[in-house]
């Protein structure tokens, strides 16, 4: 591969994604007032995988949409931008592709000195040198958001990804891409061992030979490795461009919020541009034939009611517990589905609700055929 390359539809889905995300990122963290217990805060966004900054056709790469779309935010003005409080730190490993990069910045940007805000561009690995990065930048004690969006290599130890969880209101996003998941024999233990924090977790993904479940196994492990590293919050999900082939994301958070914002951004995402966002757990298996009941109907989408009845599979529940959990355990559902999906599995006759009156998200709901059993 050269200096640059052919922007894939995945691609280009996913930096629909980040641009949404960071839309409402920048300013949730940046319009922070004095009164929160501590003066306004730095804000390090840290892209450990930058690339050239511009793919073979010309569309821009994420260094340079991600700090065009800070600088022309609409709520700019109000964002108190300074190099001292916002830093971007751009690592990129490739001699070409950093020289590419700094040369396409300063040609749009101009000068990097002379912007509202620090721009590291520096020459890197991902793993080895984020950490020092952001020791020298002062990021800690600040929020960091990380981006790690390696070609699928994912090679970032785990304790990299357990300090940023460790900071405050601090994130990640990690990418892979579909032929991670495929290549076994080209597996490096050494580096799968660092990335998953140790031998165990990692192994039984690695015996997982069925070829449409290894993506599902893979990602899980990945997710709970986040989730040992610290994070509150882990979602996973297949970002399905409308065509080519699929990538894979696993976003790590320690607040609520952060999964609200993440998941705002796919919906607006999914609604403009067409693409999905697909939660592993699900199959679009029809376990007992109840899955048809929805599709009858047709009204809330298969995917929800496939997770609905996975979660009430384990027993009865409140519609606000199911809610909770499609926060903190789907991909894209939020808690506001869980009535739409209780009413709708109601009517359909595959959920019975269990508290007198009308159906609210204090009612407790099971499955029909755990009534009947
Ligand atoms: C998927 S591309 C990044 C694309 C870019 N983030 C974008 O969205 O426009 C991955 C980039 O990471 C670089 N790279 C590979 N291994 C790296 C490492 N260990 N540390 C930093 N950069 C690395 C590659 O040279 C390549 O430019």
């Known amino acids: 591969m050269g200096v640059l390359w052919k922007l894939e539809p995945a691609t280009a889905a996913k930096h629909r994604l980040y641009q949404r995300y960071l839309d409402a990122w920048w300013p949730i963290l940046l319009q922070t007032s004095q009164s929160k217990g501590y003066s306004r805060p730095r804000v ?25 779309r800070l600088l022309h935010h609409d709520a ?7 190099p001292r409080r916002v830093h971007l730190i751009f690592i990129e490993k490739d001699r070409a592709r950093h020289e590419h990069l700094m040369t396409e910045l300063v040609s749009y940007f101009g000068p990097l000195r002379d912007l509202p805000v620090r721009v590291e561009v520096r020459r890197g690995d991902a793993g080895l040198d984020s950490l020092a990065l952001l020791d020298e930048l002062g990021a800690w004690g600040h929020p960091i958001l990380g981006i790690f969006d390696s070609w699928g290599s994912v090679n970032v130890p785990l304790h990299v990804m357990s300090r940023i969880a460790r900071n405050r209101s601090s994130e ?4 892979f891409g579909p032929n991670w998941f495929s290549r076994r024999e080209d597996l490096n233990a050494g580096i799968l061992d660092a990335v998953f924090g ?5 192994s039984p993904a690695a015996e997982e030979l069925r070829p449409d479940e290894k993506w599902r196994v893979w990602l899980r492990t990945y997710r709970d490795a986040l989730r040992r590293a610290g994070f509150g919050y882990q979602l996973q999900f ?9 990538l894979y994301l696993v976003f790590g958070t320690g607040s609520t919020a952060g999964l609200r914002a993440m998941k705002d951004a796919m919906w607006k995402v999914d609604e403009l541009d067409g693409e999905s966002f697909r939660d592993p757990r699900t199959r679009g298996a ?10 009858a109907a047709g009204v809330i989408d298969d995917e929800l009611a496939e997770l609905v009845a996975q ?6 529940t409140t519609v606000e517990a199911i809610g909770e959990w ?3 355990e789907t991909a894209r559902w939020m808690p506001k589905h869980a009535l739409q999906a209780a009413r709708q599995m109601r009517q359909d006759g595959v959920v019975a609700v269990q508290s007198p009156g009308k159906l609210t998200t204090k009612s407790r709901i099971s499955l029909q055929a755990q009534v009947r059993a």
């Open 76 to 82: 700019a003005d109000r964002m108190h931008l300074s």
């Open 198 to 202: 140790g031998r165990g977790f990692w």
């Open 311 to 316: 979660r009430l599979s384990s027993g009865a």
């Open 238 to 246: 297949e970002l399905v461009p409308r065509t080519g082939q699929p």
């Open 172 to 175: 990640v996003i990690t990418t």
């Open 44 to 68: 390090t966004l840290l892209d450990a995988f930058a690339g050239p900054g511009r793919y073979e056709n010309g569309e821009p790469g994420s260094p340079v949409f991600i700090l065009d």
């Open 326 to 328: 499609l926060l903190a």
């Open 286 to 295: 029809k376990a007992d034939g109840q899955l048809d009941l929805f599709q």
